[in-house]
């Protein structure tokens, strides 16, 4: 058999490839209040790996939460992330020439990271306080209404509401 027949046997037989999935390692949840969220809010915060100082900044500042409030903090922190997730934001899109906002709704993964991200920007541009006090103010606000995170959240409503004339682009 030539080089060249033995060759072509070869590229007949099929080639199977196995496709390896990796799973994360998952989030465990915290301590004190047992919840994902909690650990995805804490994991958020954290700086340079210091997740014992992210955690006691959180801990800290849901205990100012039940001070002030005497009910369960947790219910505070729950409601105040409802309230900060955007439901629609808007997305740049290039149609000819030209870069079109199109709105598009927020899938509730985003919508979640995007609350955590405002809250913690809006409790870390207050200056003059420890951060425990800042995010608790925050937290509280964003329970009322109120605040920097859903200024933020009303201002992307807005947003998408100006441009809903290009929501057709929407892909």
């Known amino acids: 058999m030539g080089r060249k027949r033995r060759f072509e046997k070869e590229q007949e037989k099929p080639v199977v490839v196995e496709k390896l999935r990796v799973t994360g390692r998952g989030l465990k949840p915290d301590a004190r209040y047992n919840d994902l969220l909690v650990t995805k809010f804490i994991n958020c915060m954290m ?9 006691a900044i959180f801990y800290r500042a849901m205990d ?3 001070e002030k409030n005497g009910g ?3 219910e505070v922190f729950t409601a105040a992330l409802n309230n900060v997730k955007p439901i629609i934001e808007v ?4 149609v000819g020439g030209a870069t079109w906002q199109v709105p598009v709704e927020v899938n509730k993964k985003r919508a979640q990271s995007l609350a955590i991200r405002w809250l913690l920007e809006a409790a870390r541009s ?7 006090e800042r995010l608790a103010g925050e937290l509280m606000d964003a329970f009322k209404k109120e605040g920097a995170a859903i200024t933020k959240r009303e201002n992307t409503h807005k947003m998408a509401e100006a441009n809903k004339a290009f929501a ?3 892909w």
């Not at 207050?126 to 425990?132: F, L, S, V």
């Open 47 to 55: 700086y340079s790996g210091k997740k014992t100082t992210s955690e």
């Open 91 to 94: 997305k740049s899109k290039r």
């Open 72 to 74: 369960n903090p947790m």
């Open 64 to 66: 100012i939460i039940a």
């Open 126 to 132: 207050k200056k003059g306080r420890p951060m425990a």
């Open 168 to 170: 057709h682009f929407a």
